[in-house]
């Protein structure tokens, strides 16, 4: 049986988020510069945004450029800004065809202005489709998220708009980046790294966590559809024993 045909489609993660992890080791096991493997890592982006199509996964999340990554060199910054660039304009196209809305996490005020325009533009034409919510994570840090939403909260609070007595977890959903998404369900890691590096801490406080040894530039529709199954053979229990889960019991 073929592996896509062995997933079952009643058990599907709506938030799927990715560590794309391995370009660069990927690149130097191969000869090349760190740069060779981050082009060669948009052609696993296609696939895998084309097989969360083909499941119709509701969200998938991308760990495009953290807030972290300013610190490489700036030669491979501003590569990967043009590889960014090349690909929104790219796949602009396939992205209306099948119904894929794109938008961004992070402080893109900061990205160059030419990288800006293009994912701003992409986003606005994208706006109302209704299929798979494609979200980039572009110079972010969860920290810095988490810090912006007390901010935010804070302010409401010295303006009276907000009780410090009300505040709860959808309060403080509400002020983070991600609000629109719903949660995250499954966390996948290339690379055989096995850290979160500051992406959506909070969350992915019940996501699964799959880490897989594949490099991302290897990483393909059949190691996508091998960690869907390996969710699926997973019991989510959000703090509940087993029982309550199979006999419906509180």
């Known amino acids: 049986m073929n592996i896509k045909d062995q997933i079952d489609k009643n058990k599907l993660p709506k938030h799927v988020a990715i560590i794309m992890d391995g370009n660069g080791r990927w690149a130097k096991k191969r000869g090349f510069t760190r740069v060779f493997g981050h082009r060669n890592g948009v052609k696993s982006v296609k696939e895998i945004v084309e097989a969360t199509v083909e499941l119709e996964i509701t969200a998938l999340t991308l760990y495009t450029f953290s807030t972290e990554n300013w610190k490489r060199p700036k030669v491979e910054v501003n590569i990967l800004m043009g590889i960014l660039v090349n690909s929104l304009k790219k796949e602009l196209t396939t992205f209306q065809e099948n119904d894929v809305k794109l938008q961004s996490i992070g402080n893109i005020e900061k990205l160059p202005k030419n990288a800006k325009k293009e994912l701003l533009e992409v986003i606005e034409k994208t706006k109302n489709n209704k299929g798979l919510t494609l979200t980039l994570a572009l110079n972010y840090g969860s920290r810095e998220e988490i810090i912006n939403a007390v901010k935010n909260i804070s302010k409401k609070i010295v303006n009276n708009e907000l009780n410090i007595e009300e505040?709860?977890?959808?309060?403080?959903?509400?002020?983070?980046?991600?609000?629109?998404?719903?949660?995250?369900?499954?966390?996948?890691?290339?690379?055989?790294?096995?850290?979160?590096?500051?992406?959506?801490?909070?969350?992915?406080?019940?996501?699964?966590?799959?880490?897989?040894?594949?490099?991302?530039?290897?990483?393909?529709?059949?190691?996508?559809?091998e960690a869907i199954l390996d969710y699926q053979s997973r019991e989510r229990r959000f703090g509940k024993t087993s029982e309550q889960i199979y006999t419906g019991r509180k």
């Open 167 to 225: 505040i709860d977890e959808n309060t403080i959903n509400s002020h983070l980046y991600t609000f629109t998404l719903p949660v995250v369900d499954f966390l996948i890691r290339t690379s055989g790294e096995k850290r979160i590096s500051n992406f959506l801490l909070w969350q992915i406080a019940y996501a699964e966590l799959y880490f897989t040894n594949v490099l991302w530039p290897d990483f393909r529709k059949k190691d996508f559809y």
